[in-house]
């Protein structure tokens, strides 16, 4: 691993590559204003409750202040491929089709995506383009020794990603084994920094961690470190009464004590998997503070998607709309400095509009998302009502105030965060809230077939009943 010392003197080293002609005209481009940096994080089945300060006091000193935190953040779709590549084209899952995490989804699906995404955009605007970590599900058995087009510093697992230790990395081509107990999420910091170190400016560093998916093993260091730390239990975990949810939801027991351990167990490693990740991301953030980085890069910090885990009697799935698996924290430390708390229904989507637009380059294909960039300055800038979001078997939306969802089976849910944040009062079918569900399912209806600007919802959704 390199120390700190290293890193400085290969940074000190990098003015040479500035230097060039091509370097120049790559930092300086937008009248005369130097382009920013990009560090894209997004770890995978982070949990919103996974970021406080008992499990990751790091991050949320270094990202949770001074930094804009979106507390209203969805992904279009609560599995890793479908959201991933919703990151990387910028589009709602029914317009880039990748709706599944295997063929015909998954990597397959995205491979004929891939010449037209963002890390391309971002070459083509001069930036220096790297990806450390996972990518996309089945890229290790389809096609794991091709390096995707648009990455300048390509290091991807090419193997399966819930292996922690004895794991392989493509390397700009070359499979590199990591055989001698390396763990993972610290070799990837280590050639993050390492990309910090040596890239012309300006860059952008994609850090896909496989922490913390399951079987989330911890680092050595900090394996049993949370054995005797007892679970928070929310208020919806094994939900005592069911009778207002779907008739799936209505079909599941309560949980057994055997259950309820399995939870707990899982609930630990994941914390303690998240160690390693917690410390590196404070040394990532030195690194730039110290190499006077910080002040012309934005970093942002997130999550594929997030993960149900024992509320409303779901012992584990992501692949559902409860707000543990669709909504997930969401970080963005900008050069500016902004501090605050942004309320607005806000997708993955909308980063990625945000990075076309901050950093200059050329969307090849039109963009679902709305841009972020009013949002980086004033939280309270006007903004679009709803978010769409989907899983396999419902779609729903998000908005500043309601969760409404629609199974396939025709049932239905409404959910007013104000008074019910943990969604134990399903509000659908209930007159008083008449207005508010109609309102709820034409913005529905509307964003399911939307395409560009029509995915930017603004119509207004009726106040709670009094
Ligand atoms: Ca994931
Ligand atoms: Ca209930």
Redesign the pocket.
Known sequence: MLDRRTILKLAASTPALLSTKAGAERAFRRGGAALPNFIHICVDDLRTSDVVPDIMPHVCKVMGNPSLKFANHSVPFTLCAPSRVSILTGLEPHNHGVLTDHAPGGYTGYEPLEGNSLPVWLTNAGYYVGHVGKFINDYNLIAPDHVPPGYADWRAMSCAFELYTNFTLNENGTQVAYDNGEYTTDVFVEKVLNFIATAPQPFAMFFWPNCCHWPSIPAVQDAGTFADVDMPISPSFD???????PRAIQKLPLFGKKQKQQIEHKWRTRAECLQSLDRGIKTIMETLQTGGLLSNTHVMFTSDNGLVEGEHRIQKEKNVLYEEGVTVPFYWHQPSGYNAKCTHPVSNIDATAAMVELSGATAQRVLDGMSLTPLLADVSAPWKTAALVKSYKTDGICTQQYRYIEWSNGDKELYDMTIDPYQ???KAGLSAYQDIQQACATALASLEGCAGDTCSWTGKFPPPPA
């Open positions: 939900e005592a009464d069911v009778s207002d949810k134990l009062d399903n």
